[in-house]
Structures are given as C-alpha cells and as structure tokens.
C-alpha cells in the first residue's frame, strides 16, 4: 500500500511516513535486522533507520563488502532504475572502492524499466531475459569487465541468464 515514490518523486514525502507508521507499530523486540528489497527504495535508508531501533541493512552496502572482497574488476556496469542512477548508489559506492561505473546511456533507460515492469507483470521471461542480456553486452561493449544488476527485478531475472559477469 506504499505509493508509487520510484515511479512519482511527488509521493516520497507519502510513502516515507506510510512506512515510518508502520515501523512504529511493529513489535522492535522481534526483529533484529531488516533490509529494504528494493534498491532504488534506499533513497529512504536514513529516514527508515532515524526511526527504528534494529537495524536497517543495505543492498548497496552489501554490493559494496562483495565488489571489495570478491571482484577484480576495474570497471563494472549498473543497470537499474533511472532513479538509481539519478541518486548515483551505485556510481558512488564503485567510485569509493576506486572502481569505474558504466553506466548506459539515457536511450537505453526506457527499455531497461520496460524489463523492470515486465518482471513486475510476470510477461514472458525469455523475452526478458534476452532484452537482459542486450543490456548487459551493450555495458560489455562499452569496457565494463562485470555488470551490477542494481534493481531486484533486475536480479531475479539476472539469474536466468546464465552469464558469470553479472552481480
């Protein structure tokens, strides 16, 4: 019942005090850790953790510890939403380890939400996958060595497409 804040910035303020109410009236005595399953939804992450008393885990942070410890590669791709790029998660985080992001370009935004919705919308999966997988050789043909599938949907999908070079 969260407004739609990813698709509408106009309803952020909304959605955030939607869920700080719901935080508020959740038993704190059970739960220890929670994580936000959506990665552009972290543009919520501070106001959420401000308002609980457990702890709020990070999908980017998390992508952080595992690039640190486990990935090589100079220059990685981020597919994701728009709005992900337009808060630059990943960008950052990849510029903090001292790593290069590739990025695709604006033309390519609109059919990388079109993947998001048509996992969203349960379409035919094979389609997908392959509209995927362009995405991911057009981050390849631009000199990205590993590509971060920085959207839940997009990782979900990311996992049929059998490739070693995704995250």
């Known amino acids: 019942n969260v407004a739609d804040f990813i698709s509408d910035s106009s309803h952020k303020e909304k959605a955030k005090r939607y ?11 059970t739960i220890d850790q929670a994580v936000i399953a959506c990665n552009t939804a ?9 308002v609980c008393g457990f ?21 990685l791709g981020v597919l994701s ?8 998660f990943y960008a950052d985080m990849l ?6 992001a590739i990025l695709p370009t604006k033309d390519s935004y609109a059919d990388i939400e ?13 389609i997908l996958v392959e509209s995927l997988k362009r995405q991911i050789g057009q981050l390849h043909d631009e000199g990205a060595e590993k590509v971060i599938l920085g959207c839940t949907e997009l990782s979900l999908l990311g996992q049929k497409t059998e490739s070693t070079s995704v995250i």
């Open 19 to 29: 869920i700080i109410k719901w935080l508020k009236e959740i038993d704190h005595a």
């Open 42 to 50: 972290h543009i919520l992450l501070d106001d959420l953790r401000n």
């Open 55 to 75: 702890e709020i885990l990070s999908l980017i942070d998390a992508t952080k510890e595992h690039v640190a410890k486990n990935i090589h590669a100079t220059k």
């Open 81 to 88: 939403t728009a709005s992900s790029y337009k808060f630059e």
């Open 95 to 100: 510029n903090k380890l001292g790593r290069e």
């Open 114 to 126: 079109d993947i998001i919705r048509g996992v969203l919308s349960n379409r035919n999966t094979d």
